[in-house]
């Protein structure tokens, strides 16, 4: 009986930590890394960011990569998250800021528009979290 006493708070502390860090919890619905849409295209090109959320202050960091996963430009990203919406800057090496505003579809989906000097106009623009499904 006295085992009880003893497995139940344990358990009630093994759950309550896990859930703190659920990528569920609102504070790290973004965690973790995302890459672009198109990612897995046979030339290697591909855009990545690497994210975390404290008080709904965005921060990380992300790279472009060319043909055969070469570096084309790394960046620093900072900005906003009010679940489901979201505004980031990114500021590139090269000096260029990029801004990036949309939403999450899902846990595991942003989409929204990006615009940066010197890059194609684009509609929407897609990152998956690195782990939901591939």
């Not at 973790?32 to 990380?60: C, F, I, Q, R």
């Not at 060319?66 to 960046?75: M, R, T, Y």
């Amino acid at each position: 009986m006295r085992a009880c006493w003893v497995i139940v708070p344990i358990l009630l502390f093994v759950c309550g930590c896990e859930a703190a860090t659920s990528p569920s919890s609102p504070a790290s619905y973004n965690a973790g890394t995302w890459l672009k849409e198109g990612w897995n295209n046979p030339g290697g090109v591909y855009s990545m960011l690497s994210l975390d959320t404290v008080a709904g202050t965005v921060h990380g960091q992300g790279l472009d990569a060319g043909i055969a996963g070469a570096v084309l430009d790394s960046f620093t990203v900072a900005g906003r998250l009010t679940y489901p919406n979201f505004a980031l800057v990114f500021t590139y090496n090269t000096g260029t800021l990029g801004t990036y505003t949309g939403q999450f579809v899902s846990d595991t989906v942003l989409t929204g528009t990006f615009v940066a000097p010197g890059y194609p106009p684009t509609d929407v623009v897609r990152f998956y979290q690195r782990g939901a499904g591939f």
